[in-house]
């Protein structure tokens, strides 16, 4: 039975780490990582025999009302320094339970037990502080600039050698255990702050991961001294991981581990900043008129993204601490809608945590194929209409490929710098978390918007109308009757709302016509499409589509990614990507037809609004779609009539 348990926590601990890989099933695979959790728990209450379990189950309900309301409480401001203490407070328990073992006495019958809960005595320590001070520094408690002591270095090396000296101590002289450990205790603390208040900058995602990765390593080591399997398998998982991703962040960053641990700067005043402050004189002292902040600046900025065909959009820091994801996921919606190519450049350092600004754009609804990696989206910046920087500083910082010395400097960034033209919606132009200077703000192709990010995005989306400076709106009906027009197949999706429009007539005239054009069209029908099993079935019988061209769900889902055009009609939680992306609705779990795999998606509905379930459809907002929002039955009548003029 034991054995039985193990294996469950197991496999579903590795679930979870495998889901994460994909961002659309990261939820599941945190749900599978914390049934992993409930498992082993389980697994320790049966081991042990532990019957009487009412002192277990009152520490776990002050621990669960606890973290309930944490998690309610922060927002995603906060969320760096809450993961920051999350990675103490993993440290701590680590530190408490080795040093339970070890004054229990366990480690006279198991010398290794001893070794490792020695070791997870002094890690488990040094994580707690380190991450309190990291989580200190994002939170805004305390400087977050590196803060160097005299000596510093010197201080780290002796520190060091006490830790090695009070950690051998207990196994010369047992008798005075207590005494070492508790020493070890301190001065591993101490350690912890030291190693981590002189890391600032751009060097705090790399820190983060860091103490993530040694919070593993302390639950290991906590685990082979009271001699837990499943501990150790846990805490190895989390420690490779955390491994894994400082390696990762120090790559991003150009940046060798030692070199981010090791080394520091020390300046009394920010890099470049007499460079950029006289370039900005220069400015004033022509009378330029686009200053930044003027309204000449601003209203250049629209007709800047009004004429722009491409866009790419740069999020940073600044974005989470103005709360302005919602907005920037907004206006990106509505440049979309103007028909512009819109994408989303993460720089893998963005923010204080790895993953930062994915995790908000995320919550903002912004389409995870929208987001493209730094690799990928800078050999397209010189032929970038319009690069839009809101909140970010250090990762679109020419100096860091330009400039030798600094804390940025050999860090690769988004090149920004090299689009056609670059809107910065920053809050100032004061340097960024490494305190270099931005010679991007004087450059001659940006204008600059300072203030509250989150306002002025909201201002350009009220003033981008995608009209006024002679760009056409997107015209839906257009490309809706283009891509009919080349595709080679369409594969047409019924649901209620074209019963209700009584639209079939005119849906199996459209595919007659396609027909004759050399399209091959059939019809994917879902399950509960309608209102009664088999409602479209009946509906398209009664309009002569023949039983041979229906196409069941699990027939159908592997040919859209091959399909040309999907032909929504009247349909809305069938093709709803919110069922398999999204938990806790009423469609959660439900299969559905993907549409959202062809390469053109055509909605012929009423209007945008949930379907029956009242779940919103992330399917209008994909840039693929085509939306036709009128009575069913008039938007294909129009596509037909366009096909017929074409011919």
């Known amino acids: 039975m034991t054995l039985l348990i193990e294996f469950t926590v197991i496999f579903l ?106 070791i997870g005595l002094s890690v488990g320590s040094l994580t707690f502080s380190g991450s309190m001070a990291a989580g200190a520094k994002l939170a805004g408690k305390i400087r977050q600039t590196p803060q160097i002591l005299p000596a510093h270095s010197g201080l780290i090396r002796l520190n060091s050698a006490l830790i090695l000296i009070v950690g051998a101590a207990p196994f010369i002289f047992p008798a005075g255990s207590v005494f070492f450990y508790l020493a070890l205790i301190l001065l591993s603390a101490v350690f912890g702050v030291l190693f981590s208040i002189r890391i600032g900058g751009a060097d705090m995602p790399v820190l983060i991961s860091f103490l993530n990765a040694m919070t593993g390593l302390g639950a290991a080591l906590c685990g082979m001294a009271i001699g837990n399997r499943m501990l150790i398998i846990f ?16 790559k991003a960053m150009n940046r060798s581990m030692a070199g981010v641990f090791t080394t520091y700067h020390k300046q009394s005043k920010p890099f470049g900043a007499a460079e950029t402050e006289k370039a900005f004189a220069g400015q004033s002292d022509a009378g330029e008129a686009d200053s930044p902040g003027s309204e000449n600046a601003f209203e250049k900025a629209v007709d800047i993204i009004d004429d722009a065909r491409n866009v790419v959009i740069i999020p940073g820091y600044g974005m989470a601490l103005a709360k302005a994801q919602k907005e920037v996921s907004e206006l990106g919606k509505k440049l979309v809608l103007l028909g512009k190519d819109v994408q989303y450049a993460v720089h893998p350092v963005a923010g204080r945590m790895p993953g930062h600004m994915n995790v908000l754009l995320a919550e903002a609804g912004v389409d995870y194929d929208m987001l493209v990696e730094m690799e990928a989206v800078n050999p397209d910046f010189p032929d970038t209409d319009l690069a839009l920087i809101v909140g970010a500083c250090d990762v679109v910082n020419p100096s860091a490929i330009e400039t030798e010395g600094t804390p940025i400097s050999g860090m690769p960034i988004l090149t920004a710098h090299q689009a056609k033209h670059v809107i910065c919606c920053n809050f100032d132009t004061r340097p960024g978390y490494s305190g270099v200077e931005n010679p991007l703000y004087a450059n001659e192709n940006t204008t600059m918007l300072p203030g509250d990010a989150g306002e002025t995005i909201r201002q350009l989306l009220k003033a981008v109308s ?55 069209v059939k019809y994917a029908i879902h399950p509960v499409a309608g209102r009664m099993p088999g409602h479209m079935n009946v509906i398209l019988a009664e309009a002569d589509v023949k039983y041979d061209d229906l196409l069941e769900m699990d027939d159908v889902n592997p040919l859209f ?87």
């Open 13 to 118: 601990l590795m679930a979870g780490v495998w889901l994460f890989r994909d961002p659309r099933k990261a939820k599941a695979g945190n749900m599978s990582a914390a049934s992993a959790l409930l498992f082993a728990m389980i697994s320790i209450l049966y081991v042990h025999r532990i019957v009487d379990i009412a002192t277990v189950v009152i520490v776990l309900a002050i621990g669960a009302t606890i973290g309930y309301a944490v998690a309610k409480a922060v927002d995603m401001t906060n969320i760096p320094a809450m993961v920051a203490l999350q990675n103490g407070a993993g440290g701590a328990a680590a530190c408490l339970v080795s040093l339970v073992e070890l004054m229990r006495g366990g480690h006279t019958i198991d010398p290794v037990g001893m070794a490792a809960g020695v």
């Open 235 to 250: 805490g190895a998982v989390v420690a490779a991981s955390g491994s894994i991703l400082t390696y990762l962040m120090c």
């Open 561 to 647: 990614k091959d399909t040309d055009v999907a032909l929504v009609v009247g349909a809305c939680d069938v093709v709803n990507p919110s069922a398999i992306e999204t938990e806790g609705t009423p469609i959660s779990g439900m299969p559905i037809l993907a549409a959202y795999d062809a390469k053109t998606i055509i909605i012929c509905n009423l209007d945008e609004k949930p379907g029956y379930s009242g779940v919103s459809n992330p399917l209008y907002e994909n840039p693929k779609t085509v939306m036709l929002l009128d009575d069913a039955r008039a938007s294909v009548s129009a596509l037909i009539s366009s096909l017929k003029e074409r011919g």
């Open 466 to 520: 995608g009209g006024e400076s002679g760009t056409a709106v997107r015209d839906f009906n257009a490309e809706a009757s283009e891509s009919l027009a080349c595709a080679k197949n369409v594969v047409i999706i019924p649901g209620y709302g074209m019963a209700l429009s009584k639209a079939q007539f005119k849906v199996v005239e459209l595919a007659s016509i396609l027909s004759d054009r050399g399209v091959s």
